[in-house]
């Protein structure tokens, strides 16, 4: 059985400043694990991916992920923040509860302060 | 290059009418998706598709129907909406086979639906 918490709904961040955006999953088998990023009125795209391998992942736009297995954990960080990082960010693990489907977490929106 | 289209982008419907929600890809990708977006609980899964001429249900299918007549097109169809099916809907696509679970879903701009 799969699940996917994202602690924090919105996060704040200043300019400059460090992001990170953090997901918790719960998994009875290896995962693949997955981060998307929504901008306003489009859809997801993908920012990086954890299927095998290296457990650093790094993505687009400067974004890394760590799959930490004994945290059951894969926070996205960022050293800089920019102003176009603001958006939306989803966590998804394969499999899910239901199957061989991804399950999304809630979302975390990402506020970026001049 | 399109990659994943959906049409319309806004509806507005009455409680029981019907509408269908129409999904393109030109990507050749085998599996195609329907979620649906609420707030704070992420997205959730209607149906999926894994081939031409096949659907499976996803997460929360009720309410919901799927075709999937052409490779590229996978359509949404709700019968008689109601007021819960108020949601931002969206498709993806993804390449099949053995490795699907770790391929990247593509996805569309999303269709917003508003039930009276």
């Known amino acids: 059985a799969q699940s996917v918490t994202q602690l924090g709904s919105h996060v704040s961040v200043s300019e400059g400043a460090l992001v990170l955006l953090r997901c918790n999953y719960s998994?009875?088998?290896?995962?693949?694990l997955f981060w998307y990023v929504q901008y306003p009125n489009q859809g997801l795209q993908l920012l990086l991916k954890?299927?095998?391998?290296?457990?650093l992942v790094k993505g687009i736009n400067g974004f890394e992920a760590e799959f930490k297995k004994s945290e059951t954990s894969f926070h996205l960080t960022k050293p800089s923040a920019h102003m176009s990082d603001a958006a939306e960010y989803f966590c998804?693990?394969?499999?899910?509860?239901?199957?061989?489907?991804?399950?999304f977490g809630g979302g975390t929106r990402l506020m970026v302060k001049p | 290059n399109a990659g994943v289209t959906q049409t319309p982008k806004f509806r507005v419907l009455k409680t029981g009418q019907s509408m269908t929600l129409l999904c393109a890809q030109d990507m050749n990708h085998e599996y195609m998706y329907w979620y649906r977006q609420d707030p704070g609980m992420g997205l959730r899964l209607i149906h999926y598709s894994v081939g031409e001429g096949t659907t499976a249900k996803g997460e929360v299918p009720d309410g919901y129907n799927v075709s999937r007549l052409k490779k590229q097109n996978f359509l949404l169809g709700l019968e008689s909406a109601a007021p819960s099916q108020t949601s931002v809907y969206f498709c993806?696509?993804?390449?099949?086979?053995?490795?699907?679970?770790?391929?990247?879903?593509?996805f569309g701009p999303g269709t917003r639906l508003l039930v009276l």
């Open positions: 954890y299927t095998t391998g290296a457990t």
């Open positions: 998804a693990v394969f499999p899910s509860n239901a199957g061989n489907m991804l399950t």
């Open positions: 993806a696509s993804s390449y099949g086979g053995l490795l699907a679970g770790s391929e990247t879903q593509y």
């Open positions: 998994s009875s088998v290896p995962p693949y």
